[in-house]
């Protein structure tokens, strides 16, 4: 890394030679060696130009820029170059093949060729029948060039001349299998080359260009092993839309910290000063260049340059292949006692209960009485396709005796978690796979419904973002390979790393910030120590802070690049009811984006945010707070979106749904102006044992009194009929199910009219009907073959009621019901685009319904 920079101690005394005229970087080395000063800059300050295309070869500063500028976007560049590269190696082949194979050829092998029989329209200067000129000599670096102009001229040669050009592509043979053979030398075999899209594209004839589809799709490391087995050099040596002509060295604000970012500059294709630059005519043009700033790379992929020291506040911290277990220590301890109540778990009468930790000196799993914990460590990762030891009903006594976990092929991930728990000084550690009973459901149970506590009350997290699976040990214990690249070098006496931007944004690529179990894990946690790529993190409710930025001795805002937290965003004991509100729909909405690999594992999963939130938000009631219940269930009731249904859950709640990419990214957030369940409807649990109510109306206005007198009775809760109801539902064979909600509405029975036409989705917009006079009511979204499959005839439900307001026009929500006996289950909601008028709806002779929903 910053080869330039390298012995730059040394060279200074002979001046600066090294470097060209036009970009000298002494006034960029006396920011770096008064860092402290230049951090007191303005923003985004220039403090060093480069331009691109006018610094001679052998400058080591325009080396290090060129190098900077092809490394960008994560390999981008490289990536696209090899396609390019591999493209025009394999259209040549083919090109060869098919003349040396073609009779056609072999026929007029002794024809003269004839230039005026059959000219077309073409580029003459172009074409190797009129250009007649002899072709350059062919070189290893610059074959992938001469392969493209090869291919553009004969192009314009079968284009002018079609009869013809076969027989000059013959005489041109011999030339093009030169190109071919330097091509080759860039894409010869290597170890992996199995696994490399690029040797399986070029040596499978069948697989059509299939191999280099998987480019986009690499991971970092991958890029990185694929342009080091393939360095390929750069065919396209023509300015082009995407060609960089300048560089500014900037200073840029982190919030509490500085570093130098490489902006990028680029012709502005839009200007037309820089037409003759976008041709391909090699003149020099006389009007300047107009540029304007590129923007290849997303902002989160930018790295920054930092001077280093050992001490001080902002600096970078030289960091080892090996990970400084003594700085981790450091961080758990100044937060322990720096930061206060916030970052100390929570004073609860709550403790866990058969609770079963890894004892990591004896190497066997220990049962920890009931009550305060030890002191432990956590494991946060993803299991991955990799089969690992589990804890079973039938080894757990085994597994208590000292050394019984030397026996066992335990995965990588774990065995250095244990090694970094000891090393740390703590005597255990918990991980999931080795500490619940597995096949034991009882057991299971309540462990995974006190996971908030586990995790919470770990003196750590340790979070292994740095793999996909478990059978790769951690970043910087005992995988070292991928912090080589963190380095420190001299410039001109000041030592300067390269560091990334913001470690929030190489979290949310990895594997364990999708999945949903890890959820609860990163919300429960206190305090997380992250394990990404490369680099450590540091994360608790009060600060952020890494292993490669000197950064304890300020408290940088969590939210900046931290985890989620829910200790944090528990700690405002004063938050109004509709604060309280809005975080569980954001910790519902974050949760619904992350995957499962089960659907059953649904609530499971979100076992241990339920647990941790309830002293906040009160007791959750199949994911939906009981307290909020109508604020809440109002907003998973999606308007004109409709869901795939997960199984096993329940209809009315959002864990009853598989949500798509859209729909969770929508959340669970109501729409104020389509009206809300909120004071209109009372809502009760139905158990097995009694009926409870729900939380009463929150809102400040009453829905009810917007109403007609008759519409309003049928929302009038009759505590005696739904007794009633409950004690005949006891008294069936079947009982009563879990999971069920009774609440009072109006229903009435419209018809359904499937669109004409075909469709490219399958899920569409049906048409709502009036059974008699056949009018459109409004509108709903459901599956193509939904009347094929229940008929056309509905009950439909009010569950909102919205009062006109300017624009907005009064009336009535409605949710579309399957009923089956005594039981319903939500089918969708009616469009936000147009609702029912209350006088359509008491024409529809509407009737009270007890609705009790599963």
Aim: glycine share 6%; aromatic share 8%.
């Amino acid at each position: 890394m910053l080869k330039w920079l390298v012995q730059r101690g040394a060279s200074s005394a002979r001046g600066d030679e090294s470097f060209c005229p036009s970009c000298s970087p002494m006034t960029l080395t006396h920011n770096l060696k008064d860092w402290a000063n230049t951090c007191q800059k303005d923003d985004n300050v220039v403090l060093h130009t480069w331009d691109y295309t006018a610094n001679p070869s052998g400058c080591e500063f325009c080396s290090f820029m060129k190098s900077e500028v092809d490394r960008i976007d994560a390999y981008k560049a490289q990536i696209r170059n090899i396609r390019s590269f591999v493209g025009g190696y394999q259209t040549l082949k083919d090109v060869i093949q098919q003349a040396e194979f073609d009779e056609g050829l072999q026929k007029d092998a002794h024809e003269e060729v004839d230039n005026d029989s059959e000219e077309l329209d073409h580029d003459k200067a172009r074409c190797l029948v009129c250009e007649k000129k002899d072709l350059p000599g062919v070189s290893v670096h610059d074959a992938g060039f001469l392969c493209y102009e090869f291919l553009q001229n004969l192009d314009n040669a079968r284009t002018g001349h079609p009869k013809v050009a076969s027989q000059v592509l013959k005489e041109h043979l011999p030339y093009c299998n030169q190109i071919i053979g330097h091509m080759e030398h860039f894409l010869r075999r290597h170890p992996e080359s199995e696994s490399c899209p690029v040797c399986v594209s070029i040596s499978d004839s069948m697989d059509g260009g299939g191999g280099l589809d998987r480019l986009g799709n690499l991971g970092l490391q991958e890029k990185k092993d694929l342009v080091r087995n393939h360095g390929i050099p750069n065919v396209g040596m023509r300015l082009s839309l995407n060609a960089i002509q300048q560089v500014q060295v900037q200073l840029s604000n982190e919030g509490p910290w500085k570093g130098l970012i490489l902006q990028e500059y680029e012709m502005d294709p839009k200007a037309p000063n820089n037409l003759r630059y976008l041709s391909l005519s090699y003149e020099s043009p006389r009007a300047p260049k107009v540029l304007r700033p590129a923007y290849r790379q997303p902002e989160k992929d930018v790295n920054l340059f930092i001077p280093v020291h050992d001490h001080k506040f902002g600096f970078a911290r030289p960091t080892n292949p090996k990970f400084n277990v003594e700085l981790m220590k450091s961080w758990i301890t100044k937060c322990r006692y720096n930061h206060g109540e916030a970052c100390q778990k929570q004073s609860s009468s709550k403790h866990t209960t058969g609770l079963f930790l890894i004892d990591v000196e004896r190497y066997c799993i220990t049962p920890i009485p009931n009550g305060p914990p030890p002191l432990y460590f956590a494991l946060s990762y993803v299991w991955g396709n990799v089969a690992q030891p589990i804890l079973l009903a039938e080894n757990l006594k085994a597994w208590q005796t000292d050394g019984m976990l030397l026996e066992v092929e335990i995965p990588q991930k774990i065995k250095d978690a244990i090694i970094l728990t000891k090393e740390a000084g703590v005597r255990y550690l918990w991980v999931d796979a080795l500490c619940i009973v597995q096949d034991d459901a009882e057991l299971r149970d309540e462990q995974i419904n006190q996971m908030y506590l586990i995790y919470h009350q770990a003196e750590a997290t340790i979070v292994a973002a740095d793999t996909t699976d478990c059978s790769q040990g951690l970043s910087g214990v005992s995988q070292n390979g991928d912090r080589g690249d963190i380095a420190t070098v001299d410039m001109l006496g000041t030592s300067v790393a390269k560091v990334p931007r913001q470690p929030k944004y190489i979290l949310e690529t990895s594997p364990w910030r999708t999945r949903g179990w890890t959820f609860q894990e990163e919300m429960c946690s206190l305090r997380s120590v992250i394990f990404l790529p490369g680099l450590v993190v540091f994360s608790c409710p009060t600060a952020v802070w890494r292993e490669d930025i000197h950064l304890e001795d300020f408290d940088i805002p969590r939210l900046s690049c931290g985890l989620n937290s829910l200790p944090r965003t528990m700690g405002n004991a004063n938050a109004s009811a509709q604060e309280k509100v809005r975080m569980f729909r954001s910790i519902v909405k974050q949760y619904t984006q992350r995957t499962l690999t089960r659907a059953e594992d649904m609530e499971n999963a979100f076992a241990g945010i339920s647990g941790m939130v309830e002293d906040l938000v009160g007791p959750i009631y199949h994911g939906i707070p009981e307290h909020h219940f109508a604020q809440v269930v109002g907003g998973c009731w999606f308007w004109d979106m409709y869901c795939a249904r997960r199984p096993g859950f329940p209809t009315w709640s959002w864990t009853g749904w598989i949500y798509t990419r859209e729909q969770a990214d929508a959340g669970i957030e109501p729409i104020p102006s389509l009206g809300s369940p909120d004071g209109l409807i009372q809502f009760f649990k139905f158990r097995s044992d009694a009926i409870e109510p729900m939380s009463s109306p929150t809102s400040e206005t009453d829905p009810k009194s917007w109403l007609h007198p008759d519409l309003r009775s049928h929302f009038n809760v009759e505590l005696n009929k739904m007794q009633y109801r409950h004690e005949q539902m006891i008294a069936a064979p079947q009982g009563i199910p879990p999971g069920l909600i009774a609440f009072y509405s109006s229903l009435a029975f419209l018809s359904l009219q499937a669109p004409h036409g075909l469709s490219s989705t399958p899920i569409r917009e049906f048409r709502v009907l009036h059974p008699q006079t056949r009018r459109q009511m409004t509108s709903i979204s459901l599956p193509e073959n939904f009347v094929e499959l229940h008929g056309a005839l509905h009950p439909f439900v009010i569950i909102a009621a919205c009062e006109a307001n300017g624009r907005d026009a009064g009336g009535m929500r409605l949710m579309l019901v399957e009923m089956g006996g005594d039981i319903c289950h939500k089918v969708n909601v009616t469009s936000p685009r147009k609702v029912i008028r209350e006088g359509d709806w008491l024409g529809l002779n509407p009737t009270k319904k007890l609705v009790i929903m599963a």
